[in-house]
Nanobody, 124 residues
Framework: QVQLVESGGGLVQPGDSLRLSCAAP????????GGWFRQAPGKEREFVAA????????YNADSVKGRFTISKENAGNRMYLQMNSLKPEDTAVYYC?????????????????WGQGTQVTVSS
């Protein structure tokens, strides 16, 4: 089990930016695929973005393309989600996740390790 800790959430206005951070033991994201998911009240957890352990392949959900960017540090101990042009519909708890090496997946069931989540609220 890999311990993941998210930070960086908060209350922002529409159009603002936030950067979420996911802290992990050293080299975690050198060996694991990394992913960000979110869950709004009353809805199922949904895929946001994923990054391969090499960092060469990245995938975004259609709803965040052009606005959100996933990245990670070379040391593999942090993963980020840069969120720009935030919208009220982006309001959710955001979760960091890590999966065994493989092609980045958008499926919740592909990820074995999860953080506790960080709240992002976009409201005027």
């Amino acid at each position: 089990q890999v311990q993941l800790v998210e930070s960086g959430g908060g209350l922002v206005q529409p159009g603002d930016s936030l950067r979420l951070s996911c802290a992990a033991p050293a080299r975690t994201f050198m060996w694991y695929t990394g992913g960000w998911f979110r869950q709004a009240p009353g809805k199922e957890r949904e895929f946001v973005a994923a990054i391969a352990r090499t960092g060469h392949s990245k995938y975004n959900a259609d709803s965040v393309k052009g606005r959100f960017t996933i990245s990670k540090e070379n040391a593999g101990n942090r993963m980020y989600l840069q969120m720009n042009s935030l919208k009220p519909e982006d309001t959710a708890v955001y979760y960091c996740a890590a999966a065994q090496p493989g092609s980045p997946s958008a499926e919740v069931t592909s990820y074995e390790n999860w953080g506790q989540g960080t709240q992002v609220t976009v409201s005027s």
